[in-house]
C-alpha cells in the first residue's frame, strides 16, 4: 500500500462545464482514483474551482456582479455537476478561501526570500485623463501574434497567448477609447531560467511518461524566460510584501495561485479531517506517488512551471535556499493529459451553442451512460468526437445488450426457478475454465488502468462480458429444465462471473455497480459515492458547498465467493435503452 495523491485540474468558475471538460481530466481522474482505492492504496483526490484572473473579473462586470457574486454562482453549479458524475474527491473545494490565500502567500515568500522570485520594472498602462492605473483587462488591442483586433492586455482569447498590454497593436481603453499611456511600474517575475538546470535533472528522471509530453516539456525547459507571476488587477491573491500587502491595484496573477490549490486543498482536507498534518504523507514521503490530470492545453504549468515552483520553494535551483515552513514538497510523480474532445466534428463552444452542459446531460441521460462512453471512446491518447449517433450506439449496442442484458437475463432466470443463488454440482472443465478466465481480469484490467490506459482496460472487461454471454449461449441453462442441478450450476457460474466483472466495472461505473451489487443480493456500500456538505471557511469568511465522502468502505480489488442461498428478487434494468429519435432531438437542439 502507498499514498497517492491524484491532482485534478482546477475547473474555471466563469460557467457551468460541458462534457468536453469532464471527459478530459474529470472522469478519467475518478476511474483512476476508484481503482487505486480499492486495489488498497491511500489515495487523496482534491481539485477546486479557479476563481481569480481577468476573464472573472471582464464577465462579472458585463454581469453588473462582483467577481465574488459571479464565483459563489458558478462553484455550486460545478460542485454539483460533478457530484451528479459521481466523481469522489475526498476534497473539491475553491481558490477563494482563507486557506487558500495563506498558502499562495507562504510559497510566494520562500520563493522570494529563496531568490526565485525577483522584481522587474516594466510597462503598466495609465489612463492620460485620470492619470490612474488602467488594469489589464481594460485594454484591448489587435494581437501581436495573430491578429486577432479585440485581444485583452493579458491574454489573447483567439490565440490564447498571454501577452503584455505594451505589446498590442493599437492599444486602447475599453472604457473611453483613449490610448493608454505607459509608465514605469514595478511587478514580480518568477525567475524559471534559475530553476532550468534541476528542472532538467528532474525531467530526466521521469519514468513512464506518455513520449509527447516529456519532449514537449523539455522543449519549453530549452528557452525559458522569468514569467510575470503579479499584474494590475484587483480580484486575486494580494502580494505577500511589506508595501505591497495592501495595494489593491496589484495581484497575484491567476496562473500561479491556481497551480498551488493541489497543496492548498490537501491542507484543508487534513485540517477539515482533525489531522491537519496529515496531507504531509502525499507531498513529503518520498515513496508516495502524485498524479496530475488535466487537458493538453494545461501540460506546461503542470510539467514545467509547478515543479518549478516546488523546486524553488525546496531551494533545490541554481540559487540555493531552504524549504520554508511546509519543508520539503516532493515533485508530481506523473503528469496525465488527455486530448481534446469535439463535437458532431466541431469545436465546442458555448457561444455558438456547439455544446452540451454537464446537467442538461444529466437531466436526460444516466451518469453512467455518459462515463462509458468516455471510458470507451474519450479523449485518452487522440483528439476524438462525440456524436449522438456513437453515444446512442455504444449506449444500445454495448451497455445495454452487452452488459445489461447479461445481468438480468441471468438474475432473473436464478430468481425464477431457485429464488436465490443457487448452490454449483460438480463443475465441469469449462465452468473452471470461464471462472479462471474472468478472474485473470483483475490483473490485466487492473494492470491498464493503474498505467492511464482506460480505453484498454474497459475493452479488456468487455471482452470477458462478451466471453461470459458466449459461456451462456452455449450451455443455455434454459433448456435444462429437467435437470435442475446443471441448471443450478450454470446459473451460480454465471452470476459469479458477473459478480467478478461488476466489481472490476466498478471504477468506470459505479452507480451502475451499486444497483447489480444490490440485485445479487449485496448489502451495504459498494461503490462509495460524494456527497455536497456545506462548510464555513475555516480561517473565517464564506460558507460554501465542498465534494467530499468517506472512500475507506466498499468493493476491494478482488475475486469474492457469491453465498450460495442468498435470496435473490427478479431485477429491473439497470441500464435504459435509447430511442433513435433522441439522435435529432439533440442535434435540432445543437442548432437551434
Ligand atoms: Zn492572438
Known sequence: MSHVLAAVAWPYANGPRHIGHVSGFGVPSDVFSRYMRMAGHDVLMVSGTDEHGTPIQVQADAEGVTPRELVDRYNRVIVEDLHGLGLSYDLFTRTTTRNHYAVVQEMFETLYRNGYIVAKTTLGAISPSTGRTLPDRYIEGTCPICGYDSARGDQCDNCGNQLDPEQLVDPRSKINGETPEFVETEHFFLDLPALADALNKWLDSREGWRPNVLRFSKNLVEDLHPRAITRDLEWGVPVPLEGWRDRNDKRIYVWFDAVIGYLSASIEWARRSGK???????????????????????????????????????????????????????????????????????????????????????????????????????????????????????????????????????????????????????????????????????????????????????????????????????????????????????????????????????????????????????????????????????????TYPILTGDYTVGARWEPVELPTGRPLAAPTPVFRKLDPSIIEEELARLTS
Open 276 to 542: 491537519p498534518d496529515a496531507w504531509r504523507q502525499w507531498w513529503q514521503d518520498p515513496e508516495a506517488r502524485q498524479y496530475y490530470f488535466m487537458g493538453k492545453d494545461n501540460i506546461v504549468f503542470h510539467s514545467v512551471i509547478w515543479p518549478a515552483i516546488l523546486l524553488g520553494y525546496n531551494g533545490e535551483g541554481s540559487r540555493d535556499g531552504k524549504p520554508g515552513t511546509f519543508g520539503r514538497l516532493e515533485l508530481p510523480t506523473e503528469v496525465v493529459s488527455s486530448e481534446y474532445l469535439t463535437m458532431e466534428g466541431r469545436k465546442f463552444s458555448s457561444s455558438r451553442r456547439v455544446v452540451i452542459y454537464v446537467r442538461d446531460f444529466l437531466a436526460r441521460y444516466d451518469a453512467d451512460a455518459l462515463r462509458y462512453f468516455i471510458a470507451v471512446a474519450g479523449p485518452e491518447s487522440n483528439d476524438t468526437d462525440f456524436t449522438w449517433a456513437e453515444f446512442l450506439r455504444r449506449n444500445n449496442d454495448e451497455l445495454v445488450a452487452g452488459w445489461g442484458n447479461l445481468v438480468n437475463r441471468s438474475i432473473s432466470m436464478a430468481a425464477k426457478n431457485f429464488g436465490e443463488i443457487p448452490t454449483p454440482g460438480p463443475l465441469t472443465e469449462a465452468d473452471e475454465a470461464l471462472l479462471a478466465t474472468v478472474r485473470a481480469g483483475f490483473e490485466s484490467v487492473g494492470a491498464l488502468v493503474s498505467k492511464h490506459r482506460q480505453k484498454a482496460a474497459i475493452g479488456e472487461a468487455m471482452r470477458l462480458v462478451a466471453e461470459v454471454n458466449k459461456y451462456m449461449s452455449e450451455s443455455a441453462p434454459w433448456k435444462l429444465k429437467e435437470d435442475k442441478e446443471r441448471m443450478g450450476t450454470i446459473l451460480y457460474v454465471t452470476l459469479q462471473a458477473i459478480s467478478h466483472l461488476n466489481t472490476m466495472l466498478t471504477p468506470f461505473l459505479p452507480h451502475a455497480a451499486q444497483r447489480i451489487h444490490e440485485l445479487l443480493g449485496g448489502t451495504g456500500v459498494h461503490a462509495p459515492m460524494p456527497s455536497i456538505v456545506e462548510v464555513e471557511d475555516l480561517d473565517d469568511g464564506n
